[in-house]
């Protein structure tokens, strides 16, 4: 058997092997997490969540990265229950994400049939449940969620001030799938095949977000993923508009919250959802790299789906609009809360990822900076079938990848930077090269709640 160490230097490759423990009955976590170019595309090194262990790691379980609160087979919140199941490390033994203020970032998980299977769990909220990603330069060793959830809002006002509300996100990001027959797979394979989509190959669910502008390099910052799964009563409830996210959380019954549209306690048959948690390492920008607000200019469709952004998400960071909550803007980080690491944290910002630019001068002298980073090459899973459920079956086993291209990134001075696109094949796509200029700074409208 291959190293960790070997397969750390090919992460797609050991990307391959992420569902070969995961049947329907799993759930999910941040599996993994990547820079996004303002094309769409995913760039750079690979990030992980906090206690990422690979699946090859001998006795390794899904216990491990899985957080269900309440704890299981407790029906309801005590008010004591953490959201990140491991604490902080200043020096993990995975690599942690690096991202510079005001990056375009993915963080992705497995669906697990939770999508593409919904006849296996009755009375889910149709957008499969929704992902709430907090954000903090300060977080607490062991953060409780009745001081996160619902309280951290936009503009950082509220609850005990210490975060912000960064994005919400439907877990079906509505594109993902698992490899199986079901007929939501063969529909998203059809719709995305021009892109490179298999059913013999998973397609990871996004939950594609913007930093904060005003992150300081040489800091850490933590996103707390909380995603909301109960099963509902549809005597107590409209199920369609669930599919917008509509559905009471219930911590808010039992935190004493004013709950909205005249939900009461038994709109909830089961309570149930997860966490995950993962640091992010601030660097700073590229320097003569004009970056711009993701936007239909730069945008390219045609390219590889498997290493490509979703597009909605990465112009808006609040998807799904949640009561008290104005779905518009990108967010910041709050005024009030110092963009600085962990005690344990780093003084000194690390050096961005990727190659050292090159520089040249023209006849007319200006420098070109040439950046190369790597295109995350295509995760290959395949399917060997089993029983499960309504007849549809599944299990995955893994496949090597294809080798990793490059996305070529080049600066003339200030003004643009031509971009060199993957496309479905994994290799670079010339002709869909697109001009990157400066542009006025993100939104930084504060939102607030009503």
Same mark, same amino acid.
């Given at each position: ?278 640091? *992010?390492?601030? @660097?700073? %920008?590229?320097? /003569?790299?004009?970056? &711009?607000?993701?936007?239909?200019? !730069?945008?390219?469709?045609? +390219? ?76 290959? *899973?395949?399917? @060997?079938? %089993?029983?499960? /459920?309504?007849?549809? &079956?599944?299990?995955?086993?893994? !496949?090597?990848?294809?080798? +990793? ?46």
């Amino acid at each position: 058997m291959r190293s960790l160490k070997s397969l750390r230097g090919n992460p797609f490759r050991l990307g391959s092997l992420l569902a070969l423990a995961c049947l329907t009955s799993a759930h999910s976590w941040i599996e993994y997490a990547y820079v996004l170019a303002p094309n769409g595309t995913m760039v750079g090194n690979i990030g992980y969540p906090r206690g990422y262990q690979p699946r090859i790691t001998s006795g390794w379980t899904d216990k491990i990265p899985q957080w269900i609160l309440p704890e299981n087979g407790t029906a309801f919140y005590t008010g004591k229950e953490i959201l990140n199941k491991y604490p902080f490390e200043q020096n993990p033994k995975q690599p942690v994400l690096e991202a510079a203020p005001g990056d375009h970032i993915a963080l992705l998980h497995l669906e697990n049939g939770h999508v593409t299977l919904p006849q296996t769990q009755a009375n889910k909220p149709k957008n499969r449940g929704t992902i709430y990603l907090y954000g903090t330069s300060e977080p607490s060793e062991n953060e409780k969620l009745f001081d996160v959830h619902l309280l951290w809002n936009k503009d950082g006002t509220g609850g005990n001030q210490k975060g912000v509300l960064l994005a919400t996100r439907n877990y079906d990001d509505g594109r993902c799938f698992q490899p199986n027959t079901a007929d939501i797979t063969n529909q998203r394979v059809a719709e995305w095949k021009d892109n490179g989509a298999q059913n013999s190959q998973e397609l990871l669910c996004h939950s594609d977000l913007k930093l904060p502008d005003n992150l300081k390099p040489g800091s850490f910052y933590t996103i707390y993923w909380y995603w909301d799964w109960p099963a509902l009563n549809p005597d107590k409830i409209n199920m369609d508009k669930t599919a917008d996210g509509r559905f009471p959380w219930a911590g808010s019954f039992m935190r004493g919250d004013k709950v909205p549209n005249g939900w009461t306690m038994d709109t909830i048959r089961r309570n149930e959802s997860y966490s995950s948690v993962i640091d *992010i390492k601030i @660097v700073e %920008k590229p320097k /003569g790299f004009a970056g &711009k607000d993701a936007g239909k200019e !730069e945008w390219v469709s045609k +390219q590889n789906v498997y290493s490509m952004g979703v597009q909605d998400q990465m112009a808006n960071n609040f998807q799904v609009n949640v009561d008290g909550l104005e779905n518009s803007g990108t967010g910041s980080a709050p005024t009030s809360a110092p963009a600085s690491a962990p005690a344990s944290a780093p003084a000194s910002a690390p050096a961005p990822t990727g190659s050292s630019p090159a520089a040249s001068s023209d006849a007319g002298g200006v420098a070109t900076v040439t950046q190369y980073v790597t295109v995350p090459p295509t995760t290959l *899973i395949t399917t @060997v079938f %089993k029983t499960v /459920g309504g007849g549809y &079956k599944k299990v995955r086993r893994s !496949e090597p990848a294809p080798e +990793q291209s490059m996305l070529r990134l080049t600066n003339h001075g200030t003004d643009e930077a031509p971009f060199t696109t993957a496309s479905p094949t994994g290799t670079p796509d010339q002709s869909a090269a697109k001009q990157v200029s400066s542009a006025a700074p993100y939104d930084r409208r504060r939102a607030r709640w009503f």
